[in-house]
C-alpha cells in the first residue's frame, strides 16, 4: 500500500541540483507541486517548491508526530517546527 503524501511526511529528492537530500513536506500544494523544508536551509519560512515527480517518499516510524504538527503550524511556532523537522531528519538519517 503507497502511502499518501500529505505534510510531514518525510521524503527524499531524486532530481534537480539538490538531489539526495532528505526533506520534510510542509504543504502540498497542488496535483503536481509541493513545498518541502528541512528545517535549516529551508524552514518553514522559505520553503522549496518542487514536483511531486522528482521527490520520492521514505516510509519512517518517526514521522508520525511530525505529520500531526505540521497540520496544525502556528505562526508563532515556527522555530519550533523547524527544530521538529530537523530532529526527525537527523533521527531517520541515523537510523538509516
Same mark, same amino acid.
Given at each position: 500500500?503507497?502511502?499518501?503524501?500529505?505534510?510531514?511526511?518525510?521524503?527524499?529528492?531524486?532530481?534537480g541540483h539538490d538531489a539526495g537530500n532528505?526533506? *520534510?513536506?510542509? +504543504?502540498?500544494?497542488?496535483?503536481?507541486?509541493?513545498?518541502?523544508? @528541512?528545517?535549516?536551509? !529551508?524552514?518553514?519560512?522559505?520553503?522549496?517548491?518542487?514536483?511531486?515527480?522528482?521527490?520520492?517518499?521514505?516510509?519512517?516510524?518517526?514521522?508520525? *508526530?511530525?505529520? +500531526?504538527?505540521?497540520?496544525?503550524?502556528?505562526?508563532?511556532?515556527? @522555530?519550533?517546527?523547524? !527544530?521538529?523537522?530537523?530532529?526527525?531528519?537527523?533521527?531517520?538519517?541515523?537510523?538509516?
Amino acid at each position: 500500500m503507497k502511502a499518501p503524501l500529505e505534510a510531514g511526511r518525510v521524503v527524499c529528492v531524486t532530481r534537480g541540483h539538490d538531489a539526495g537530500n532528505w526533506y *520534510a513536506v510542509l +504543504q502540498v500544494l497542488d496535483e503536481r507541486m509541493v513545498l518541502l523544508c @528541512d528545517g535549516r536551509l !529551508r524552514g518553514v519560512e522559505h520553503p522549496k517548491k518542487k514536483k511531486k515527480k522528482h521527490i520520492q517518499i521514505i516510509h519512517s516510524s518517526a514521522e508520525d *508526530a511530525l505529520i +500531526q504538527s505540521m497540520q496544525q503550524i502556528l505562526p508563532g511556532e515556527k @522555530d519550533e517546527i523547524n !527544530r521538529r523537522i530537523c530532529k526527525t531528519l537527523e533521527a531517520y538519517l541515523c537510523n538509516k
